[in-house]
DNA sequence: CCAATTCCGAGCGATTTACTCTGTTTTCTC
DNA sequence: GAGAAAACAGAGTAAATCGCTCGGAATTGG
């Protein structure tokens, strides 16, 4: 049940690239550093995000990455699918259509799909727009922090 | 993402034991053999639902297992947390609280929380009793097969 | 007693995970 | 054109997890 590191910091370094759309090309190393990886390891992340064609690179010094389009239009399950291979509970009720041989009987198989499908609601209608926009609104409220009366609630 | 195959035996043995709760004691042969896997694995799936209290067994001849409770007093998700140890799809949003140190300045956070709500309401909303009746529906449309005008739709 | 059954824990091969390392290619800057 | 800064590629690897087997001990009905 539980999602690979690949795909949370996966995930991250897309939102990381959301809050910089429009600014530019980004470096592995840059966005490394944001998270504490190392650089190596986040290229083999961005690499298969790239075979996606969630994000675009350009080689050379001053290269980088960017989204490849604008992150409202970039969706979390894309992002874990690129990442994981697949986001599906049960090999029978992913994308890829795998039906098991006794689907038909199968006493668990009404349960996988309604909880694929709550799973498959939340995945698609979260964008990396929507995650960028939660996650400057945490920093307002942690710099209210000081002024406690403010923040909480 | 993936559920372990531990959970898909465990669950379906436990709707298993649905289908005959009232009817005394079924041994691990007898569930084993329902699946088609060896009753070694079985017993290790069934020793978990044990420790958690969700089956109660009678050893020696004669013996087996029956649910502790009623079918409808038994959600899957206390089923796959005895079978999984824990249906958090990031530790840090599992129900042992295990916050990790930047929680509040995680970008992925809210995704994480807002996915396991959708997964917990599935999960505690759905009973062995619930399984067990869409099984039995189930078997009622597989019959119809020969009269394919009722069957469908 | 004996057969059926649960209970217990060790072990084990295969796969996956989470990385690292080494090297190549491309491109910008000076 | 040289050199540095980057992406790109793929092999390797230690550790964990998974899926499952095996041997034997304890319990109980007949």
Redesign the pocket.
């Known amino acids: 049940m539980?999602l690979?590191?690949?795909?949370r910091?996966g995930l991250k370094a897309m939102v990381d690239l959301a809050l910089r759309y429009g600014g530019g090309?980004?470096?592995?190393?840059?966005?490394a550093n944001l998270q504490g990886?190392?650089?190596?390891?986040l290229?083999?992340l961005?690499?298969a995000l790239?075979?996606a064609g969630l994000v675009v690179?350009?080689?050379?010094?001053?290269?980088?990455?960017a989204l490849s389009r604008p992150p409202e239009e970039i969706n979390v399950d894309e992002v874990l699918q690129a990442l994981?291979?697949s986001t599906a509970v049960m090999d029978c009720v992913g994308t890829k259509g795998n039906i098991c041989d006794n689907a038909c009987s199968c006493s668990a198989r009404p349960l996988w799909l309604k909880l694929q499908n709550r799973i498959d609601e939340v995945l698609r209608n979260t964008t990396l727009a929507d995650m960028a926009e939660d996650y400057k609104q945490q920093c307002i409220h942690m710099q209210n922090k000081q002024n406690p009366t403010e923040a909480r609630g």
Do not use: C, P
């Open positions: 539980k690979s590191t690949r795909a910091y090309m980004v470096s592995i190393a840059t966005l990886i190392s650089d190596a390891y290229e083999q961005i690499a790239r075979k690179s350009v080689r050379g010094a001053q290269g980088g990455y994981e291979g």
